[in-house]
């Protein structure tokens, strides 16, 4: 008899139940030039992890950087008209650089915008959408918008701090180096102040660095 390691439970669930933790792998997106789609996400700096044909079925498989979830595109791989896929959400540290670095490979990229009402991230040109950060780069609230090749949409959003519970704290990380030196940047500037409230240098400022980045991420109480 075989038997399945469980990864965590689900609260809603009746107390007898329990749940594996289930993870979004691979999303896959209709195109009409699997070549074409390929140049342009690894344009985009993707890791590209496969590019396999067998007769007339070809699936391409690419990765955005730091990511733990995959695309996937090819050759009768979808029913779905080329372009149909829309509102797919990329989560980033800093919208502004990544903003810079999606113009500079030369994609046609929305200037940044917060929300005036709600959903107007999804409305393509929609008159809500105000321009620039939104206020404090508060969490959540600034993005920008971009396209592939076959009209496939793309939704950049800039979170800074998860709501509380959406990260556990006991298994904390940081997706690439450029969103660890994001977060030690915060902590650095949050311990300057926080030297000057106490009025002298805190030797024990690793703890307090750890604690700090930590709950920044999760969403928790922040220390002083």
């Known amino acids: 008899m075989s038997t399945t390691a469980v990864q965590g439970s689900?609260?809603?669930?009746?107390?007898?139940?329990?749940?594996?933790d289930m993870n979004v792998e691979v999303v896959v997106i209709p195109v009409s030039d699997a070549d074409r789609a390929k140049a342009f996400y690894a344009g985009l700096g993707w890791r590209l992890d496969a590019d396999i044909a067998r007769?007339?079925?070809?699936?391409?498989?690419?990765?955005p950087p730091g990511s733990g979830c995959?695309?996937?595109f090819g050759t009768n791989l979808t029913p779905s008209a080329p372009g149909?896929?829309?509102?797919?959400?990329?989560?980033?540290s800093?919208?502004?650089v990544v903003r810079e670095s999606l113009a500079a490979s030369g994609v046609d990229v929305s200037e940044v915008f917060h929300e005036g009402a709600g959903g107007a991230r999804f409305e393509h040109g929609a008159s809500d959408r105000v321009s620039g950060p939104a206020p404090d780069h508060a969490s959540y609230g600034s993005f920008v918008v971009f396209s592939d090749p076959d009209g496939n949409?793309?939704?950049?959003?800039?979170?800074?701090?998860?709501?509380?519970?959406?990260v556990d704290p006991g298994a904390t990380s940081f997706a690439s180096a450029g969103d660890l030196a994001s977060a030690l940047r915060r902590a650095s500037a949050a311990h300057g102040e926080h030297e000057a409230r106490i009025g002298h240098e805190d030797p024990s400022w690793p703890d307090w660095y750890a604690s700090y980045m930590v709950a920044?991420?999760?969403?928790?109480?922040?220390p002083t």
């Open 216 to 222: 920044k991420q999760t969403g928790e109480e922040l």
């Open 55 to 63: 007769g007339d079925f070809r699936l391409v498989q690419l990765t």
């Open 153 to 166: 949409g793309w939704l950049v959003q800039e979170i800074t701090t998860r709501l509380s519970g959406r």
């Open 84 to 92: 149909s896929a829309q509102g797919m959400y990329l989560v980033v």
């Open 94 to 96: 800093d919208i502004d």
């Open 10 to 20: 689900n609260a809603g669930a009746p107390a007898s139940v329990e749940y594996v």
């Open 70 to 72: 995959s695309i996937q």
